[in-house]
């Protein structure tokens, strides 16, 4: 099976290395990884944040395993050349339109996240975000009004095809948990939002064993923090996804701890930690290498059918806290390296 690297900029490939020695040890021979340029890195080199041969390398590949892309030195360049762009270029190029990013607090990091211990202990949950529309990937420029004003634009929109494919997701990922989905929108004010509840309440009636509800986004924001233990599956768009993720990361505990699978319909997917390139940590080896870890873990589940060595990764990384390993966002002193070195012991 391959598994295209892409390590990208910042942490990246600090993190992605730590993952690679995890996988190393709990499959042997069974992985073959080719790696190749992304984000800013591959601008430096080559003059594009997403090159041909990468993409192609993507295209190839059984799953691909991805770091991070940010680099300051490239904030200046137009938007098309910014690292962020090799992204939502894989995104659309693969078809990659469901994200799943489950957040659950391990107990050892109770006193990390930013909410009371008893509130945090419940949190337990998958938010289900749509990564191929919205106004990421909408008609967008600037422009200058009838009298004289610059104006930006970014135009959200999804049609009901878009809609009931991630609905779906939603509804199978609830089944298999705990058979809550909660859907997340602005149907209040966006005919957008309306549109997406309209098109899940009709997707809901083929799935009578799943309770659906339904939230405006800002009140889901502030649930989040006043009862997170309310929520088993989340699904929203992909502005809507992008904000309560990150959030349900410290509420969790850290961001470095947050894993993610982006999936298109045939189950061929992209991994990585929801984390960004933090360059003002990159080359000393500070970070968080465990959300990668466990991206690690979604991919052997989710794409390459290795469900009992996902178990085994996880298992690891839960031992590897229960045994004090921190690194600095969790409070402790040990490097990406000496986190590493914890889940291999543990396994």
Known sequence: MLIALLPG????????????????????????????????????????????????????????????????????????????QAILGLRKELGLFANLRPARLFPELADASALRPEVAARIDLVIVRETNGD??????????????????????????????????????????????????????????SQLWRDVVIEVSRDYPDVTLNHMYVDNAAMQLVRDPGQFDVIVTGNLFGDILSDQASMCAGSIGMLPSATLNSRSQGLYEPIHGSAPDIAGQGKANPLATILSAAMMLRYSLGKAAEADRIEAAVAAALAAGARSPDLGGRMSTAEMGDAVLAAL
Do not use: W
């Not at 910042?10 to 992985?31: C, K, N, S, Y």
């Not at 422009?143 to 135009?155: F, K, M, N, Q």
């Not at 009931?164 to 705990?178: D, H, K």
């Open 135 to 192: 106004v990421y990937f909408g008609e967008k420029g600037m422009r200058t009004t009838a009298d004289g004003l610059r104006e930006g634009y970014d135009i959200m929109s999804y049609n009901e095809a878009e809609v009931a494919r991630i609905a779906r997701v939603g509804f199978e990922t609830a089944r298999a948990r705990r058979g809550r989905l909660c859907s997340i929108d602005k149907a209040n004010v966006l005919e957008t």
């Open 9 to 84: 900029d910042g942490i990246g490939p600090e993190v992605i290395e730590q993952a690679v020695r995890v996988l190393d040890a709990v499959t042997g021979d069974a992985l073959s990884f080719e790696r190749g340029l992304v984000g800013g890195a591959a601008y430096k080199a080559v003059g594009h944040p997403l090159p041909p041969e990468t993409l192609d390398l993507a295209r190839r590949a059984d799953a691909i395993l991805f770091g991070a892309v940010g680099d300051p030195d490239c904030d200046a360049l137009e938007r098309h050349l910014r690292p962020e």
